[in-house]
């Protein structure tokens, strides 16, 4: 069975800091990865599409890796805002996703 | 503003009473899909609708029936709700199946008691 993991499950750090949140997938035959932002109580909203072909994709202060090989993707939030607080989940092809792992930047 | 569009928005049913969750696109997407959200949980996909005119089972179709209207409008459908289906329904659309970034509806928030 095809599974995504995020680890860790939340986050808490400093604001300013840069952080990384982790995605893990089985299969590799894997055609896109995609990262999304769902704040409390509210639906979601998709930061980066990573395609197959593709190693990263850069947003601002996010960018996105991609390593098919070791069925890892992983999304770099650079000079972190409380602004960033929210719930961060990785889908491929939108039809498995991670639980989430959930970041608190404290002012 | 362009987006995808769910109702209602809140839902309290009875075990057993049926409804139909509403959403509606005005991007020209070609994709659509319904998922729930459970609590500590990521999403799973229920039904999905890769154009108009197609739907196809995802991850959890027990219990729900769907409809694409038209390119805008997909709906999802409970027959007879139990409790198990208490969730945040969530309808979102994309341009081209997976292939592309995905357009969430806010959320229905569904309880059944």
């Known amino acids: 069975k095809q599974e995504v993991t995020q680890i860790p499950a939340a986050l808490s750090v400093p604001e300013g800091e840069n952080l990384v949140l982790n995605c893990s997938f089985t299969?590799?035959?894997?055609?896109?990865l995609q990262w999304f932002r769902q704040d409390p109580g509210k639906g979601l909203t998709s930061l980066l599409l990573?395609?197959?072909s593709q190693r990263e994709q850069t947003s601002g202060r996010l960018n996105a890796s991609l390593d098919k090989s070791s069925g890892r993707s992983t999304l770099y939030i650079a000079a972190s805002q409380p602004g960033d607080s929210a719930t961060y989940l990785c889908s491929r092809e939108g039809l498995i996703w991670g639980a989430g792992t959930k970041l608190i930047i404290k002012p | 503003n362009a987006g995808v569009t769910q109702t209602p928005k809140f839902q309290v049913l009875k075990t057993g009473q049926s409804m139909t969750l509403q959403c509606a696109q005005d991007m020209n997407h070609n994709s659509m899909y319904w998922y729930r959200q459970d609590p500590g949980m990521g999403l799973r996909l229920i039904y999905y609708s890769a154009s108009e005119g197609t739907t196809d089972k995802g991850e959890v179709p027990n219990g729900y029936n769907v409809s694409r209207l038209n390119k805008r409008e997909f709906s999802l459908r409970l027959e007879s709700a139990a409790p198990s289906q208490t969730s945040v329904y969530f309808c979102?659309?994309?341009?081209?199946?997976?292939?592309?970034?995905?357009?969430f509806g806010s959320g229905t928030r569904l309880t059944v008691v």
């Open positions: 299969d590799s035959a894997i055609y896109n």
């Open positions: 990573i395609q197959s």
């Open positions: 979102a659309s994309s341009e081209s199946g997976g292939l592309d970034r995905y357009t």
